[in-house]
């Protein structure tokens, strides 16, 4: 089992010790993709994540931006996240993708880190794992409930608030990464910290590579 979905709570603009206003104008929401089919012949799916994007970009959220990896590809996107203030994670900028299936929002999209990060939740591969981004339906071990689950009424911006959630409040009883998870547990402000820390400060120097 990985994290449960937390309290999705926004943080209010321009609050105190914001992440947003550590990415650069440039890397704000970026601006909507040329049309990339003519009008009547886009898939639904391919509107459905078009609409997303513009949703985003309406309605910003505090610590991350996104934009299109390609801008001919619909389903794969690059976001940066911002290390939540007064976390062991604060001042990281931290690359990842999402990548969406054809079927999307039946089906939720899969989220790998780009940048390097120690976290129990987060596979030594880059994969996050949480509940948000579980496929829907029962848990066959029980540990989750459906409605902690993947729904279609979840967006790209309740993924990354649980992401950021994930990232104040690691959730060391059920990791993708039991070495992390132990050091969490046993070492939090020993060698996790370091490893954090040594993470942070490379993702500082690569984010904008």
């Not at 989220?111 to 996050?128: C, L, Q, R, Y």
């Amino acid at each position: 089992m990985c994290r449960s979905l937390p309290d999705l709570k926004r943080n209010e603009p321009g609050a105190a010790g914001s992440g947003r206003a550590l990415l650069p104008r440039s890397h704000m929401f970026l601006p909507l993709p040329r049309i990339l089919c003519p009008p009547g012949f886009c898939s639904r799916d391919e509107v459905i994540t078009s609409r997303k994007r513009t949703e985003l970009n309406k309605n910003p959220v505090e610590g991350f931006s996104a934009g299109l990896i390609d801008d001919n590809d619909l389903y794969r996107w690059e976001v940066l996240i911002i290390g939540p203030p007064d976390t062991l994670y604060e001042g990281g900028v931290f690359k990842a993708h999402l990548t969406f299936p054809k079927d999307y929002p039946l089906r939720p999209p899969k989220m790998k880190f780009i940048t390097e990060i120690w976290h129990p939740n987060v596979d030594k591969n880059g994969d996050v794992c949480i509940s948000i981004l579980h496929e829907p339906g029962e848990d066959k071990y029980g540990y989750e409930k459906p409605e902690e689950r993947w729904l279609p009424i979840h967006t790209v911006e309740t993924i990354m608030i649980s992401v950021i959630s994930m990232l104040a409040d690691p959730n060391g009883d059920s990791p993708a990464n039991v070495d992390a998870a132990k050091e969490w547990r046993e070492d939090r402000n020993g060698e996790f910290k370091r490893k954090v820390a040594r993470c942070v400060r490379k993702s500082q120097e690569t984010a904008f590579e």
